[in-house]
């Protein structure tokens, strides 16, 4: 553990989830790879362009609709209504395999076990001080075994616009009826996390598991942990 400041007295805590709590990277590997799969062996038609066409119809939707950035759900919807449509679906047609292909998203995203370190030191924060959880993602805590830490889980889209806009940060600290400088938020991102946390007032906790170099923040976070059990360390 490293700190950079001087910590206030930490009376919550809201946490990142994808690549906090878990490695978001096999599991979103994974989705990708069974996604493009199943598209293709149940419309062989999205099999007619290459991956780089998908992607650029998902570029010209954020382009189109800049909103779709802060909700990857929806954002997925899109680009699959959109894509089947210019391949010759009609737009009944279309929305209904995207509605499909989401479901199917549900499905697969959630299967993924956490580490059983994260469970025990999230079981031992529960206990101390009230846990919000601030995810730019759709992963469902209930499905993941996340759930019964928070008292408050906020998706980026349903709950406002993305980390680092301040729509979340704002509901967790009007939830907690605290000040924001007593909230020590934890996440990997130095974007969405560090700089969303620092700009809404709140104190920062950046996980960096892998090695790399603060040098690349625009915002010091507060302090810097490699391992989550260092929070336990915290005097709270």
Request: glycine content about 4%; aromatic content about 8%.
């Amino acid at each position: 553990m490293h700190f950079y400041r001087r910590l206030f007295d930490v009376k919550a805590m809201t946490f990142d989830l994808d690549d906090t709590l878990y490695d978001n990277r096999p599991v979103m590997h994974r989705l990708e790879q069974e996604m493009v799969s199943w598209l293709y062996q149940n419309h062989p038609i999205s099999a007619s362009r290459p991956i780089e066409w998908w992607q650029e119809i998902k570029h010209k939707l954020a382009d189109q609709e800049p909103l779709l950035e802060h909700d990857v759900t929806l954002w997925l919807f899109r680009q699959i209504e959109r894509g089947l449509q210019q391949l010759g679906y009609e737009m009944k047609k279309a929305t209904k395999v995207a509605e499909s292909a989401i479901e199917k998203v549900s499905q697969l995203r959630n299967q993924f076990e956490v580490p059983r370190e994260t469970h025990r030191v999230m079981t031992l924060l529960a206990k101390k001080i009230p846990l919000v959880a601030i995810t730019n993602g759709n992963v469902d805590v209930e499905k993941i075994g996340l759930a019964p830490y928070f008292q408050l889980v906020l998706k980026a889209g349903p709950d406002g616009l993305a980390k680092p806009y301040a729509d979340m940060f704002d509901k967790a600290r009007k939830f907690l009826r605290l000040d924001a400088k007593q909230i020590l938020h934890i996440g990997d991102h130095l974007i969405t996390d560090i700089v969303g946390a620092k700009q809404n007032g709140f104190q920062a906790c950046w996980y960096n598991d892998k090695d790399r170099s603060v040098k690349q923040a625009k915002l010091l976070p507060d302090i810097e942990i490699s391992e989550l059990k260092s929070l336990l360390l915290l005097n709270l």
